[in-house]
């Protein structure tokens, strides 16, 4: 028997109940939090999108694993265990646990990054980034132009430009580029993926000349579905066999196991060469833990060794992706301008062309993430110029894109919780005018996004007085 719509392939076995609430009880809470979403109280949160990391829900045969962890310091079996996940599905010989992914970005930046080195990527991810940065290298941009444009429908808008890569070691020198460092899927491109074709193309062209490929595999097995998808010729194979191919191209890979992995913590560091895996052991001792836990319970290296071999799983995968589709084109239907196509694990609202009147310095996707907390409930992350930061000369940095994210959990929402997020943001892109401007009042030195504080832009320009009294949001609809 066939059927034209699919449903989530599981059943609810545990519910956790979800608080309502008002929406004079949303506007104090946003100001509290100084109009950053993730400074909000969950427990203020109806419908939480802030992120897929870490907040997937877990089977129940993840559940059970848990309870034969074992826990001992060194030598764990549950180390034994997630090696042989990670050894098969990914096909890395050297498997070093770390707490989350960003342990994993941190050991290996210090490992292969001297100061002075340069590392090119397809677009950059924060903690990624930061992490080039602290160990004294400077990361260059080299994804292809489409990804930074929010209407081009390009396949593979994770795809690297060759001859930006090319001109990148002409410029500086084989030898300070350490590795090239490429996302699957990208994230702050909208969760685009990258083609196979492409990563065989950067393989063919960095190997002679001996620079690595370091594969950022938090969402790999998303990227294999859309190359499934849309990659000719490999329509008819399994996403674990693609996922396969694509670590076959890397060097190594750096991992969080809160995205892909369908675990609420951990990450792991994967390594072929022999020696570069030996610094990293050395190293993770410093900063993580031992070698055979890194930073994780014995019951965490469990949940993610189960969780790795679920994530590949067809029906799991078609589903998750098919769910984040779903979302997005009821959004586009309705004419609301988001990133096309679709990502994997989130869609992206256009927040510059959703509200136009907003000028750039007053943050018009942190402003829009916080109007849709008030309206509704549901919590969006900004993903623009807050995101970014600022550049060597402390200015703020402008991408091209200024989106907001409604990121889907896995596992966690029902195709009913979809229907509720298309009809909110639906209602704020209606009375969209009425959405004013933010003002950065504190500003933390590192990932500024995370803790930053706002007010609404007191001084206004083409609003009503009436406006200008009353502040921003408490205009936002009734
Ligand atoms: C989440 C993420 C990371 C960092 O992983 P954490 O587990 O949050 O430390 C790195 N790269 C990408 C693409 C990610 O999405």
Redesign the pocket.
Same mark, same amino acid.
């Given at each position: 028997m066939t059927h034209k719509s699919w449903a989530e392939p599981w059943r609810i076995k545990v519910v956790e109940p979800l608080r309502m609430t008002t929406r004079p009880e949303r506007e104090l809470a946003i100001e509290r939090a100084g109009y950053n979403t993730f400074l909000l109280d969950a427990d203020d949160v109806y419908i939480d999108l802030l992120t897929d990391?870490g907040t997937s829900a877990m089977s129940d045969r993840q559940w059970s694993a848990m309870m034969i962890g074992d826990e001992a310091y060194a030598g764990s079996r549950s180390f034994t265990k997630l090696q042989g996940a990670v050894r098969r599905y990914y096909g890395f010989e050297h498997v070093i646990p770390t707490h989350? #992914?960003?342990g994993a970005?941190h050991i290996l930046s210090r490992l292969l990054i001297k100061p002075g080195d340069h590392i090119p990527g397809n677009m950059y991810?924060t903690?990624?980034r930061a992490h080039q940065e602290l160990a004294g290298g400077t990361f260059h941009d080299v994804i292809i132009d489409e990804a930074h444009d929010a209407d081009s429908e390009h396949e593979f808008k994770g795809n690297i430009d060759i001859s930006k890569l090319r001109a990148l070691i002409d410029e500086v020198g084989a030898s300070r580029i350490p590795y090239v460092a490429v996302?699957a899927t990208v994230?702050m491109a909208g969760g685009q993926p990258i083609s196979l074709a492409n990563m065989r193309e950067v393989r063919e062209l960095t190997r002679p000349l001996g620079i690595r490929v370091i594969l950022?595999g938090?969402?790999a097995v998303e990227n294999a579905w859309f190359i499934q998808q849309r990659e000719p010729g490999q329509g008819r194979r399994l996403v674990a066999e693609i996922l396969h191919d694509m670590c076959a191209l890397a060097d190594g890979m750096t991992m969080?196991a $809160? $995205?892909d992995s369908l675990a609420n913590i951990g #990450?792991w560091l994967a390594l072929r060469d022999d020696d570069i895996a030996e610094g990293a052991r050395n190293l993770v001792v410093l900063y993580e833990g031992l070698h055979t836990y890194g930073g994780l319970a014995g019951r965490d290296m469990e949940a993610i060794a189960v969780g790795i071999e679920e994530s590949v799983s067809e029906d799991h995968i078609r589903s998750r992706i098919g769910q984040v589709i779903y979302l997005g084109e009821k959004l586009m239907d309705a004419g609301i301008p988001i990133v096309r196509p679709i990502g994997g694990h989130a869609v992206f609202l256009d927040a510059a062309a959703m509200l136009p009147h907003i000028p750039r310095d007053q943050f018009p996707a942190q402003a829009l993430a916080a109007a849709l907390y008030v309206e509704s409930g549901i919590r969006s992350m900004e993903r623009g110029a807050v995101s970014a930061g600022r550049d060597e000369k402390g200015e703020n940095r402008y991408p091209a894109l200024e989106l907001v994210r409604l990121t889907i959990p896995r596992r966690v929402y029902t195709q009913a919780h979809m229907d509720i997020v298309a009809e909110s943001v639906i209602e704020i892109f209606d009375i969209r005018e009425k959405v004013t401007g933010l003002d950065i009042v504190y500003e933390p030195a590192h990932l500024r996004f995370f803790q930053a504080r706002f007010e609404p832009v007191k001084r206004l320009v083409g609003t009503t007085p009436r406006a200008h009294a009353i502040g921003s949001l408490a205009l936002v609809g009734e």
């Amino acid at each position: 028997m066939t059927h034209k719509s699919w449903a989530e392939p599981w059943r609810i076995k545990v519910v956790e109940p979800l608080r309502m609430t008002t929406r004079p009880e949303r506007e104090l809470a946003i100001e509290r939090a100084g109009y950053n979403t993730f400074l909000l109280d969950a427990d203020d949160v109806y419908i939480d999108l802030l992120t897929d990391s870490g907040t997937s829900a877990m089977s129940d045969r993840q559940w059970s694993a848990m309870m034969i962890g074992d826990e001992a310091y060194a030598g764990s079996r549950s180390f034994t265990k997630l090696q042989g996940a990670v050894r098969r599905y990914y096909g890395f010989e050297h498997v070093i646990p770390t707490h989350q #992914g960003r342990g994993a970005e941190h050991i290996l930046s210090r490992l292969l990054i001297k100061p002075g080195d340069h590392i090119p990527g397809n677009m950059y991810f924060t903690t990624t980034r930061a992490h080039q940065e602290l160990a004294g290298g400077t990361f260059h941009d080299v994804i292809i132009d489409e990804a930074h444009d929010a209407d081009s429908e390009h396949e593979f808008k994770g795809n690297i430009d060759i001859s930006k890569l090319r001109a990148l070691i002409d410029e500086v020198g084989a030898s300070r580029i350490p590795y090239v460092a490429v996302a699957a899927t990208v994230n702050m491109a909208g969760g685009q993926p990258i083609s196979l074709a492409n990563m065989r193309e950067v393989r063919e062209l960095t190997r002679p000349l001996g620079i690595r490929v370091i594969l950022d595999g938090a969402r790999a097995v998303e990227n294999a579905w859309f190359i499934q998808q849309r990659e000719p010729g490999q329509g008819r194979r399994l996403v674990a066999e693609i996922l396969h191919d694509m670590c076959a191209l890397a060097d190594g890979m750096t991992m969080s196991a $809160k $995205k892909d992995s369908l675990a609420n913590i951990g #990450g792991w560091l994967a390594l072929r060469d022999d020696d570069i895996a030996e610094g990293a052991r050395n190293l993770v001792v410093l900063y993580e833990g031992l070698h055979t836990y890194g930073g994780l319970a014995g019951r965490d290296m469990e949940a993610i060794a189960v969780g790795i071999e679920e994530s590949v799983s067809e029906d799991h995968i078609r589903s998750r992706i098919g769910q984040v589709i779903y979302l997005g084109e009821k959004l586009m239907d309705a004419g609301i301008p988001i990133v096309r196509p679709i990502g994997g694990h989130a869609v992206f609202l256009d927040a510059a062309a959703m509200l136009p009147h907003i000028p750039r310095d007053q943050f018009p996707a942190q402003a829009l993430a916080a109007a849709l907390y008030v309206e509704s409930g549901i919590r969006s992350m900004e993903r623009g110029a807050v995101s970014a930061g600022r550049d060597e000369k402390g200015e703020n940095r402008y991408p091209a894109l200024e989106l907001v994210r409604l990121t889907i959990p896995r596992r966690v929402y029902t195709q009913a919780h979809m229907d509720i997020v298309a009809e909110s943001v639906i209602e704020i892109f209606d009375i969209r005018e009425k959405v004013t401007g933010l003002d950065i009042v504190y500003e933390p030195a590192h990932l500024r996004f995370f803790q930053a504080r706002f007010e609404p832009v007191k001084r206004l320009v083409g609003t009503t007085p009436r406006a200008h009294a009353i502040g921003s949001l408490a205009l936002v609809g009734e």
